[in-house]
C-alpha cells in the first residue's frame, strides 16, 4: 500500500516531502514537538477518517506516556 502512494506521488513532490522533512529535522525538535507538529499537520488532511487515526494514536501515545511517567517518577522519601 505504501508503495502505490509512492508510486502516484510525483518525483518532484516526494523531493519536496523531503527536504520539509530535514528542515524539520535539522531545525531541533524535539520528540513532543514532532508530535504536536504530526498533530497540526493531521488536520490539514483531506481525509477525515485518516485524521481521526492519526490524533488517536497521538492521544493514546499521549496517555501511555502519562502512565509510564508517573510510574517511573522517582518517589519521595518520608523523613522522620
Known sequence: MKEDYE???????IEK??????????YGVS???KM?????????LENINLMR??????????DTKGVEE????PKEKLCL
Do not use: G, P, W, Y
Not at 8 to 13: A, E, H, I, P, Q
Not at 17 to 26: G, P, S
Open 7 to 13: 508510486l502516484s506521488m510525483s518525483l518532484d513532490s
Open 70 to 73: 508517573i510510574e517511573e517518577a
Open 36 to 44: 504536536k507538529l504530526i498533530s497540526l499537520m493531521s488536520f490539514e
Open 17 to 26: 516531502c523531503r527536504q520539509i522533512h530535514n528542515e524539520i529535522v535539522n
Open 53 to 62: 487515526k492519526i490524533q488517536e494514536t497521538i492521544k493514546n501515545e499521549k
Open 31 to 33: 520528540e513532543q514537538e
